[in-house]
């Protein structure tokens, strides 16, 4: 995104996909 903050809230919630299809397909 064009503001910090929103970058930031961008790459929070990649890492929170990339978790949760870790977790996802660990099952």
Same mark, same amino acid.
């Given at each position: 995104? =064009?503001?910090?903050?929103?970058?930031? =809230?961008? %790459?929070?919630?990649?890492?929170?996909?990339?978790?949760?299809? %870790?977790?996802?397909y660990?099952?």
């Open positions: 995104g =064009h503001y910090p903050q929103m970058e930031a =809230h961008e %790459k929070v919630l990649e890492a929170l996909l990339e978790f949760l299809e %870790k977790i996802i660990r099952q």
